[in-house]
Structure formats: structure tokens, C-alpha cells
């Protein structure tokens, strides 16, 4: 799958966001090693903390549907290219150590990084054995 698919999918992802608090919408599209490809938005809770982020949203699916493998995900924000959070890098290091991210505005404007750019000295499963 090509980059600008992978970041078209999230985009679509980010049209269903629940942010009526923050209006701040986010959508992500996971690319699992299987080739099957997942998508999340963020969603808002009036407590907050049950609120979850679009890349959660999309591995958990991924996850739930049997896929543990990730090779990248793509991210689209509100604000001028929209980062993973800290949780959110830890749940990518989980299922994708060497998974690519894909930070975007647009089909044609945007960076890729690798996890290790934005999570340097991570663990993951095979640090706990």
C-alpha cells in the first residue's frame, strides 16, 4: 500500500472523530505486516479519562482482529502535523517496533519518521522476557 492511501484512509478516519470538548479531531490508519490496513479517530469522554486517541483506536481493531504486527501507521491532525502522544508511542512499540509513522496534512505534504526517532531507549515485550 502507498503512502498517500495509508494517509487518505486516516483522513477519512479523522471525519468520524467524537470531540465535542476538545474539537480537536484526529484519525489514523494502521498498516498491519499482513497487508490489512485499520483506522481510528479519537474519541472524547465528558470524564476524560476514558477518552482515546485515533492510534489506539486503530491497533486495538487491529489487535482484536488478530493482527500484532505493524509496519505503519498514519496520522492527521487539526494542527499542523499531529504527533503521536507518549501513550500512543508506547502502544506503537508494542506491536511495531521498527513500524513506520507518518505524520500528514495532506496526501502530498508530509514526514515519516521510524518508532526509534520518536521513542529513543524504548522496551518492548522481548525486554521483559
Known amino acids: 500500500m502507498e503512502k498517500k492511501e495509508l494517509i487518505r484512509k486516516a483522513l477519512e478516519a ?74 500512543c508511542r508506547q502502544v506503537i512499540r508494542e506491536f511495531g517496533k521498527d513500524a513506520a509513522i507518518i505524520v500528514a496534512n495532506s496526501e502530498d505534504d508530509y514526514k515519516e519518521y521510524k518508532l526509534g526517532d520518536l521513542l529513543p531507549h524504548s522496551f518492548g515485550p522481548e525486554d521483559l522476557k
Open 14 to 87: 479523522q471525519q468520524k472523530a467524537y470531540v465535542p470538548y476538545s474539537k480537536f479531531r484526529v484519525g489514523a490508519a494502521v498498516l498491519t505486516e499482513d497487508g490489512e490496513v485499520f483506522t481510528g479517530c479519537n474519541i472524547e469522554i465528558a470524564s476524560y479519562s476514558p477518552t482515546i486517541c485515533a492510534e489506539r483506536t486503530a491497533i486495538f481493531k487491529a489487535v482484536s482482529e488478530g493482527h500484532t504486527k505493524i509496519k505503519a501507521i498514519a496520522v492527521v491532525g487539526d494542527s499542523d502535523f499531529t504527533y503521536p502522544c507518549g501513550v
